[in-house]
C-alpha cells in the first residue's frame, strides 16, 4: 500500500542548515517534491520559528522550528463551478463559502487558495493561485485571486490605491438611527483581546459609507461600502453605531433570535456577505464580480421580516 503524505511538516533547521533556503530544506528534511514545498510556502503555510514566511528563497540560520501545512484538512470541502464568478489567464473571481480561510494558519482548515488550485486542477487548468484581498473566515462573497505574479502585482496595487469598489451586504441587531450615513472611525488592534480590533483615535483612518436596505423590529438589513480596507472594518464600524452583525459574538452581535411564538433562530457566523467587487481587470479593463446572497443571510433576513408583523 502506498504510503499517505503527510498533511504537516514540523523540522528542527540544525547549525548545519544555515544557509539554506527555506523552499529547499523543506523539501529535503520533509521528503517531498520541491515544487510541492514551494506551493506551500507560497500560499502561506511555511512558519520559521512562529512567524509565517511567504518567501520560498527565505534564508535559514539555523536553530529555528519550521512548521509547514502541506494540505489543508479539507476533507469535504470543495468549490463548486457555480462559484466561479470569472475565469480567465490572469484572474479567478470566486464565491467565497463560509468556514474558509483566505490562507491557511498554523491550526490548519481549509485554505481558499488550495481549494482554488483543486478546482482548477478539475478543470485542466494550471492549478497556480496568488491571494490579493482577504475575506474573514466567516464572511462569504466576492473575492479575487491572480493567477500569475504579474497579475498579483497589479491587482494589490489597484487594493493598496484604494480604486477597488467594494459593497457588502449586512444583517444587524438594533435598529439603525439614520437611513445612511458615513462611518469616519480610526481602528487599531485591541490589546486585551489578541485578533480583535477596536475604535482607536490613535489608530489608522477607516470610514464606511452605509445604507439602510429593510428595517425589521430589532434589526435591519444593510449594504456597507467600505471606502478603506482595514483588518475586521465593517464588523468593527458597524456594531460602534448600534449595528453589530447578527451572530459576531466577538464585537456585540447576538447569536439567536426569537419570535413571540417562541420560534428560535440560531446565527452560526457573523452575516456579512461580500455582494459586489468592482476592481481594473489587469489586462481588460474593470469587471465586477457579483455573490448572490447566501441561504443564510436571506433566511435570517425572512425570520425577522415575519415576526416583525
Not at 464572511?139 to 497589479?154: C, E, F, N, Y
Not at 417562541?262 to 489587469?282: I, S, T
Not at 457579483?290 to 435570517?300: G, I, T, Y
Request: proline residues 6%; hydrophobic residues 45%; aromatic residues 6%.
Amino acid at each position: 500500500m502506498a504510503r499517505r503524505p503527510p498533511s504537516r511538516l514540523r523540522l528542527f533547521a540544525t547549525p548545519r542548515d544555515a544557509g539554506t533556503p527555506l523552499d529547499r530544506f523543506v523539501a529535503e528534511r520533509g521528503g517531498i517534491d520541491l515544487e510541492e514545498a514551494r506551493a506551500a510556502v507560497a500560499r502561506g503555510g511555511a512558519f520559521v520559528s512562529g512567524k509565517r514566511v511567504r518567501e520560498a528563497q527565505f534564508t535559514l540560520r539555523g536553530g529555528e522550528t519550521v512548521e509547514v501545512s502541506l494540505r489543508p484538512d479539507a476533507a469535504g470541502v470543495a468549490l463548486e463551478d457555480a462559484r466561479v464568478l470569472l475565469l480567465d489567464r490572469q484572474v479567478l473571481g470566486i464565491d467565497k463559502p463560509a468556514g474558509v480561510l483566505a490562507q491557511e494558519g498554523r491550526a490548519g482548515g481549509p485554505a481558499l487558495a488550495d481549494l482554488a488550485a483543486d478546482l482548477l486542477r478539475a478543470r485542466g487548468e494550471a492549478p497556480a493561485v496568488f491571494l490579493v484581498h482577504r475575506l474573514d473566515r466567516g464572511t462569504t462573497g466576492a473575492t479575487v485571486l491572480a493567477r500569475t505574479k504579474p497579475a498579483q502585482a497589479a491587482l494589490l496595487a489597484e487594493f493598496r490605491e484604494g480604486r477597488v469598489e467594494k459593497e457588502y451586504r449586512a444583517l444587524v441587531a438594533g435598529e439603525p438611527r439614520d437611513e445612511e450615513g458615513i462611518i469616519d472611525l480610526a481602528l487599531g488592534p485591541d490589546r486585551a483581546v489578541p485578533g480583535k480590533r477596536r475604535v482607536d483615535p490613535a489608530g489608522e483612518p477607516a470610514q464606511t459609507r452605509y445604507r439602510v436596505l429593510e428595517r425589521f423590529q430589532g434589526g435591519a438589513l444593510v449594504a456597507a461600502f467600505p471606502q478603506t480596507g482595514r483588518t475586521h472594518q465593517v464588523r468593527v464600524h458597524l456594531a460602534a453605531v448600534g449595528m453589530p452583525l447578527a451572530g459576531d459574538a466577538r464585537y456585540g452581535g447576538p447569536r439567536f433570535f426569537t419570535a413571540a411564538e417562541g420560534d428560535r433562530l440560531e446565527v452560526r457566523r457573523p452575516l456579512l456577505h461580500a455582494f459586489g467587487l468592482r476592481v481594473r481587470h489587469p489586462a481588460s479593463g474593470f469587471v465586477t464580480l457579483a455573490a448572490e446572497v447566501p441561504d443564510d443571510l436571506r433566511d435570517a433576513a425572512h425570520f425577522l421580516r415575519a415576526r416583525s408583523h
